[in-house]
């Protein structure tokens, strides 16, 4: 039971990091900033077997150097 736990909460901590990433790629679409989601769902299936669990613990954004001040405003830092 332990084991079917920890998997759920990495299933769980994987889909909020999802819906994250995409929030975080509709805020820099609508400022106009080009970003490139580098990992999540389609990249798991794309690399790995669809029977691989393959949970993930961050998100990678690719956006050009020229805007990475822009970037962390939007962000906050």
């Known amino acids: 039971m332990g084991v079917e736990r920890n998997e759920l909460l990495a ?3 994987s889909l909020a990091l ?3 990433a995409g929030e975080l790629a509709d805020q820099l679409r609508r ?3 080009p970003a490139i989601l580098l ?7 794309r ?6 669990r393959r949970p993930h613990e961050d998100i990678d954004l690719l ?3 020229s805007e990475t001040a822009r970037v962390e405003r939007l ?3």
Do not use: I, Q, W
């Not at 990992?39 to 299936?45: I, L, N, S």
């Not at 690399?47 to 691989?52: D, V």
């Open 18 to 20: 999802d819906s994250l």
């Open 63 to 65: 956006v050009p150097p």
């Open 11 to 13: 299933v769980a901590a």
């Open 39 to 45: 990992k999540g769902p389609a990249t798991r299936r």
């Open 31 to 33: 400022a106009g900033v």
């Open 75 to 77: 962000l906050g830092k």
């Open 47 to 52: 690399l790995y077997g669809e029977s691989e």
